[in-house]
T-cell receptor, first 112, second 116 residues
Framework: EADIYQTPRYLVIGTGKKITLECSQT?????MYWYQQDPGMELHLIHY???????EKGDLSSESTVSRIRTEHFPLTLESARPSHTSQYLC???????????FGPGTRLLVL | AQKITQTQPGMFVQEKEAVTLDCTYD???????LFWYKQPSSGEMIFLIY??????QNATEGRYSLNFQKARKSANLVISASQLGDSAMYFC?????????????FGKGTKLSVKP
């Protein structure tokens, strides 16, 4: 089992606000990921990181940004939230040995 | 391009019976990994089982087994003795081991409902 945490679990916020979704893992995994998932739909990769100071955009274009200053922490920021950002955001980290991604509980974001 | 196809949007199974969830994949890389995840209504993604493209035997994890047919490019998940708690979305995913990114690509998922 992996120890990966996301906060907040749920967030309702108004248009134009800046938000940061937190993701932390305690396993020392180098590789971390952010996915966006609309209800009942598949996951789409929006950002990934292979280690400290390494960040890349994923397959799905996103207005969000990420940072990786510490191995264990991979926050995602939206500078100005819009209703189109309403979705679930899932963070994952990858086990070095089994090459398996383990997910956090997710953040459900609603932008009014 | 890599692709995962799950053709069953929804499945029903009677409690205590076995069920098979279909997954086909497409890749030109000889080295890859296949995963199944479970997503309950609470939203978290739970890793179930992994199959490497070079693994000789089908993967098993408790009540979960993966029916891997490489020539047909299929990686079906078999759940034996279904329980009410198995009701969830199930996602098949693939990772290109040989690629530079090694990121996961997900199918659209299958919603499994277990009937008492």
């Amino acid at each position: 089992e992996a120890d990966i945490y996301q906060t907040p679990r749920y967030l309702v916020i108004g248009t134009g606000k800046k938000i940061t979704l937190e993701c932390s893992q305690t396993m020392g995994h180098d590789k971390m990921y952010w996915y966006q998932q609309d209800p009942g739909m598949e996951l789409h990769l929006i950002h990934y990181s292979y280690g400290v100071n390494s960040t890349e955009k994923g397959d799905l274009s996103s207005e969000s940004t990420v940072s990786r200053i510490r191995t264990e922490h991979f926050p995602l920021t939206l500078e100005s939230a819009r209703p189109s950002h309403t979705s679930q955001y899932l963070c994952a980290s990858r086990d070095r040995v089994r090459e398996t991604q383990y997910f956090g509980p997710g953040t459900r974001l609603l932008v009014l | 391009a890599q692709k995962i196809t799950q053709t069953q949007p929804g499945m029903f199974v009677q409690e205590k019976e076995a069920v098979t969830l279909d997954c086909t994949y497409d890749t030109s890389d000889p080295s890859y990994g296949l995963f199944w995840y479970k997503q309950p209504s609470s939203g978290e993604m739970i890793f179930l089982i992994y199959q490497g493209s070079y693994d000789q035997q089908n993967a098993t994890e408790g009540r979960y087994s993966l029916n891997f047919q490489k020539a047909r490019k299929s990686a079906n998940l078999v759940i034996s003795a279904s329980q009410l708690g198995d009701s969830a979305m199930y996602f098949c995913a693939m990772r290109d081991i040989g690629g530079s990114q090694g990121n996961l690509i997900f199918g659209k998922g299958t919603k499994l409902s277990v009937k008492p």
